[in-house]
């Protein structure tokens, strides 16, 4: 299948109004495959992802990144997304809990999330900097969380959309929407924008009769957008032996030395891609030398 993932980076009415846009589908595909998702944890993760790729295009850094993590009180547990521009990854405790369709035959991705609890954004601005805002869990649906993120920790205004549309284990459509008025922007276009607002609300199933730069041009008719830039998007993971290794000796000596003390080693599953890392007794006790000599920080 082509790979037609990408953010599109927009302004309206000579840069008044900022707009993402972007596909997620074969990114939602990759996060439901690895995690074995049932459809309405592939929603949640989906709509999260879609939404923290939207803050990690934001990030300007080269070694920047950004991790949302929403902890609702739904079956799902805890949610992690982690976007280095355009590449994401994510994970849930629960990838496969399942819930009856709502009333209106839509999945209740509220309901697995939960409807109350925290949304946190940690962005790591690199050289040990981080950002860290925190807001409530104000639906669980996700795209209202974020936007009551940025209004509260950001101070900014926003209007956000995002959809995955799933049949069975196949994601059709997955995207996501978010415009942002600038300061200064006048009543009428936030008016226009709001009235607008039904056009975009069910953003996968839209996507299904258009490229998303033929909606972009549709929902916006008249407010004179135009593409800025497009960044490719994609499902990657960052871990590699050298980083579980870190991980290992962050553990601390004693932890480390009843791990090589089990007799068969220890087994490290990477949470967001399922690569498994195997560490024998021998190799752990070498750790165990190597956490010795590091200085204590
Ligand atoms: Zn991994």
């Given at each position: 299948?082509?790979?037609?993932?990408?953010?599109?980076?927009?302004?309206?009415?000579?840069?008044?109004?900022?707009?993402?846009?972007?596909?997620?589908?074969?990114?939602?595909?990759?996060?439901?495959?690895?995690?074995?998702?049932?459809?309405v944890?592939?929603a949640?993760?989906?709509?999260?992802?879609?939404?923290?790729?939207?803050?990690?295009?934001?990030?300007?850094?080269?070694?920047?990144?950004?991790?949302?993590?929403?902890?609702?009180?739904?079956?799902?547990?805890?949610?992690?997304?982690?976007?280095?521009?355009?590449?994401?990854?994510?994970?849930?405790?629960?990838?496969?809990?399942?819930l009856p369709l709502r009333e209106d035959g839509k999945l209740d991705v509220g309901s697995?999330?939960?409807?109350?609890?925290?949304?946190?954004?940690?962005?790591?601005?690199?050289?040990?900097?981080?950002?860290?805002?925190?807001?409530?869990?104000?639906?669980?649906e996700?795209?209202?969380?974020?936007?009551?993120?940025?209004?509260?920790?950001?101070?900014?205004?926003?209007?956000?959309?995002?959809g995955?549309?799933?049949?069975?284990?196949?994601?059709?459509?997955?995207?996501?929407?978010?415009?942002?008025?600038?300061?200064?922007?006048?009543?009428?276009?936030?008016?226009?924008?709001?009235?607008?607002?039904?056009?975009?609300a069910d953003?996968?199933r839209?996507?299904?009769?258009?490229?998303?730069?033929?909606?972009?041009?549709?929902?916006?008719?008249?407010?004179?957008?135009?593409?800025?830039?497009?960044?490719?998007?994609?499902?990657?993971?960052?871990?590699?032996?050298?980083?579980?290794?870190?991980?290992?000796?962050?553990?601390?000596?004693?932890?480390?030395?009843?791990?090589?003390?089990?007799?068969?080693?220890?087994?490290?599953?990477?949470?967001?891609?399922?690569?498994?890392?195997?560490?024998?007794?021998?190799?752990?006790?070498?750790?165990?030398?190597?956490?010795?000599?590091?200085?204590?920080?």
């Open positions: 299948m082509k790979n037609n993932d990408e953010m599109l980076q927009i302004d309206l009415c000579g840069g008044q109004v900022r707009v993402m846009l972007c596909e997620t589908t074969q990114a939602v595909q990759k996060c439901a495959d690895i995690h074995e998702c049932s459809p944890c592939t949640a993760l989906g709509r999260l992802m879609t939404g923290t790729l939207m803050l990690g295009i934001m990030m300007k850094g080269e070694d920047e990144s950004v991790t949302v993590t929403l902890k609702g009180d739904g079956p799902m547990g805890s949610l992690v997304a982690v976007a280095d521009h355009g590449y994401v990854r994510a994970c849930a405790d629960h990838p496969q809990i399942d697995a999330v939960g409807h109350s609890g925290r949304m946190s954004v940690i962005k790591d601005l690199g050289m040990k900097k981080n950002y860290i805002g925190q807001s409530e869990i104000v639906s669980g996700i795209a209202m969380d974020f936007a009551n993120y940025f209004t509260v920790s950001e101070q900014q205004p926003s209007l956000v959309a995002l995955v549309l799933v049949s069975g284990n196949a994601v059709l459509k997955a995207g996501g929407l978010l415009i942002q008025p600038l300061p200064g922007c006048p009543d009428e276009i936030i008016d226009q924008l709001e009235l607008r607002s039904p056009m975009f953003i996968s839209e996507m299904t009769f258009a490229p998303i730069e033929q909606l972009c041009r549709d929902w916006f008719r008249g407010m004179d957008p135009r593409i800025l830039e497009r960044t490719p998007l994609g499902y990657k993971c960052t871990c590699s032996r050298e980083r579980m290794e870190r991980a290992l000796i962050s553990l601390g000596r004693k932890d480390l030395q009843s791990l090589a003390d089990e007799d068969q080693g220890a087994e490290l599953v990477c949470h967001f891609c399922r690569s498994k890392y195997m560490f024998t007794k021998a190799e752990l006790v070498e750790l165990i030398r190597s956490a010795d000599n590091k200085p204590e920080v």
